[in-house]
């Protein structure tokens, strides 16, 4: 594996907690490094990193504290 590739593997817990769970990906990456961004991209959705999913997120929250406030309310 490039050693540029390790490094930003081992600057990153996810990416090895990922690696860990996944270790397909050690010979996808090994065999073809220009594949980190595909990793990087399935990373991001198997962790629901994705700036959608944390807007998802905070409506879901901001739906929740709403359906308390309307309880609480009656």
């Known amino acids: 594996m490039r050693l540029d590739?390790?490094?930003?593997l081992k600057n990153n817990p996810l990416y090895i907690r990922y690696l860990h769970?996944?270790?397909?990906?050690y010979?996808?990456?090994n065999r073809?490094?220009?594949?980190?961004?595909?990793?990087v991209n399935e990373v991001k959705?198997?962790?629901k990193l994705r700036p959608t999913d944390r807007i998802n997120k905070?409506?879901?929250t901001f739906?929740?504290?709403s359906a308390i406030i309307?309880?609480?309310n009656k």
């Open 45 to 47: 959705t198997n962790y």
């Open 21 to 25: 769970e996944n270790s397909y990906w």
């Open 32 to 39: 073809d490094p220009n594949r980190f961004d595909e990793f």
């Open 5 to 8: 590739i390790q490094f930003k």
């Open 63 to 65: 739906e929740m504290i």
């Open 58 to 60: 905070a409506l879901s």
């Open 27 to 29: 010979k996808y990456l």
């Open 70 to 72: 309307s309880s609480l």
